[in-house]
């Protein structure tokens, strides 16, 4: 039986698991499991390889996209680029065991917001500094559209905080994409603390939360005319490209 998985930290929120579960049934793949792997510290990761040892690929979410990065054999040039991890292949050879890295939610955050963009879209807010964000940041910049990070209390040259997040900010950035984990289940009353009452129609926000469906960010977007998307498809089409790169 081959192994497939999804590591990080929590993992109560995941969506990998059903969809793989399903995806199996509907295309009678009767060879293939999928677990979930919870690791609290990414040095667990070569013990976690040795005791499985029909663990083929596996998937990474928080907080583990850019710890990663040195347990790995190769890394792709995307996600060298981009500087996060979220998909990884694994060869065992009789050398030893190689780690491959790839970053699959590049794709997939390109393949769902493209068809969202209009021609005003050209400048971003990116609410989070992490893994998830620099995926993000990687498709705006091959896209043209600039972009300012936001974090609760980066001192980080370029980043601002959510507390000089102005009227002028809000309105001249008319994409505001949430990478943070605000909102997202079972902590359903938190958002991001931006200025909503600024938001216009104009406004697309797009948070890559999936449970629930639509946070209090979405909500909250909504209520201002903002047009808006959650990240099931993005989560969707990089489950899709994982499985192909493990089979490849």
């Known amino acids: 039986m081959r192994l497939f998985g999804l590591i990080g930290f929590p993992l109560s929120h995941s969506f990998s698991a059903g969809f793989f579960k399903k995806k199996f049934a509907d295309e009678n793949i009767f060879d293939a499991e999928y677990r979930l792997f919870p690791l609290t510290n990414i040095s667990r990761l070569p013990e976690l390889i040795e005791q499985q040892p029909d663990l083929q690929g596996f998937n990474i979410t928080i907080p583990h996209k850019i710890e990663i990065l040195p347990h790995l054999t190769h890394v792709s040039k995307v996600a ?25 939610d590049i794709y997939g955050f390109r393949k769902s917001l493209l068809p969202l963009l209009k021609t005003y879209h050209y400048s971003a807010l990116i609410l989070g500094t992490g893994g998830a964000a620099k995926a993000v940041s990687y498709i705006l910049l ?12 980066s001192r980080e040259k370029n980043v601002l ?11 001249t950035n008319l994409l505001i994409i949430n990478t943070t ?9 938190k958002h991001p603390d931006i200025p909503y009452q600024f938001l216009s129609s104009g406004h697309l926000l797009y948070d890559l939360i999936y449970n629930p469906s639509e946070t209090k960010f979405l909500k909250k977007g909504k209520e201002y005319g ?23």
């Open 226 to 248: 903002a047009a808006t998307k959650n990240g099931l498809q993005m989560l969707e089409l990089q489950a899709e490209k994982s499985w192909e790169i493990w089979n490849s």
């Open 80 to 104: 060298f680029d981009a500087g996060a991890v979220n998909c990884v292949k694994i060869e065992r050879e009789a050398s030893g065991v190689k780690l491959y890295g790839f970053n699959t």
């Open 181 to 189: 984990p605000a909102g997202m289940y079972p902590e359903l009353d």
């Open 142 to 153: 091959e896209l043209g559209i600039g972009y300012i990070m936001v974090s609760r209390s």
């Open 161 to 171: 905080q959510y507390s000089q997040l102005t009227e002028e900010i809000i309105k």
